[in-house]
């Protein structure tokens, strides 16, 4: 499966931003996905993660309440909603999906689960 992260921008404290992540290849609904960042000079960092049915979903607990991850299976697309952003979580954002998660669990929050990635966009957010 091939992923393609957009949406990114700067934005100032407190503001939202929408992520979208599309997808093609093998059937979309086949992976549990999830939303990954990292910013200048630190390790990536789990941000979210959705399950194949988009019925469960978990959070870092730096985004909890603020983040919201969904999919649309008809739509081979991810996002990721942020709102009240803050200065730190600005980062390049990216978007992996893994295989042979069960229907209705989330995948794990180690990058090492996921088994393909996509390309970042960049979220930037000014104090």
């Known amino acids: 499966v091939q992923l393609q992260a957009s949406g990114g921008g700067l934005v100032q404290a407190g503001d939202s931003l929408s992520l979208s992540c599309a997808a093609s290849?093998?059937?979309?609904?086949?992976?549990?996905l999830g939303w990954f960042r990292q910013a200048p000079g630190k390790e990536r960092q789990f941000v979210a993660a959705i399950s194949r049915s988009g019925g469960s979903t978990k959070y870092s607990d730096s985004v909890k309440g603020r983040f919201t991850i969904s999919r649309d299976n008809a739509k081979n697309t991810v996002y990721l909603r942020m709102n009240n952003l803050k200065p730190e979580d600005s980062a390049v954002y990216s978007c992996?999906?893994?295989?042979?998660?069960?229907?209705?669990?989330?995948?794990?929050?180690?990058?090492?689960?996921?088994?393909?990635w996509g390309q970042g966009t960049q979220v930037t957010v000014s104090s």
């Open positions: 992996s999906a893994k295989n042979g998660v069960a229907w209705f669990s989330p995948p794990g929050n180690s990058p090492d689960h996921y088994d393909y």
């Open positions: 290849g093998r059937s979309f609904s086949d992976y549990g």
